[in-house]
């Protein structure tokens, strides 16, 4: 087993598990006369939805794997550093406003609004 498809296998196994659970549970509850009709409605909806775009997809993910991490262009990688760089200054200078004023409120004295 590939370690790119151990979600998607896990993810089979879990609602293969509910789906039979709940299936056991609508057997006890209406019957065994439900048992049949529901298995085989479920066997057929199963496999004309298998047989659709979405098994075609889960079969070519399971045979191809995951895909791999994507190469990040240089121009990107650029980018991104200026960006960062200019958030730096920005949070520098977010720090000096608030000391700022930090300050200019300790050198001003207490004062009640008027009112």
């Known amino acids: 087993m590939r370690e ?17 659970g709940a299936f056991i549970a609508l057997s006890v509850v209406i019957g065994e006369d439900f048992a049949i009709p529901a298995l085989l409605t479920g ?3 199963g496999a004309i939805v298998l047989r659709g775009p979405l098994g075609k997809a889960l079969a070519q993910r399971i045979t191809d794997g995951a895909v791999g991490p994507v190469e990040v262009p240089p121009e990107l990688l650029e980018e991104m550093d200026e960006m960062r760089h200019r958030m730096v200054e920005l949070e520098e200078r977010v720090d000096f406003t608030e000391r700022l004023l ?9 004062q009640l609004p008027p009112g």
């Open 4 to 20: 790119s498809n151990v979600g998607l296998y896990t993810a089979v196994t879990i609602v293969s598990v509910v789906l039979l």
């Open 43 to 45: 066997g057929v909806t």
């Open 102 to 110: 930090a300050r200019q409120r300790a050198d001003e004295p207490a």
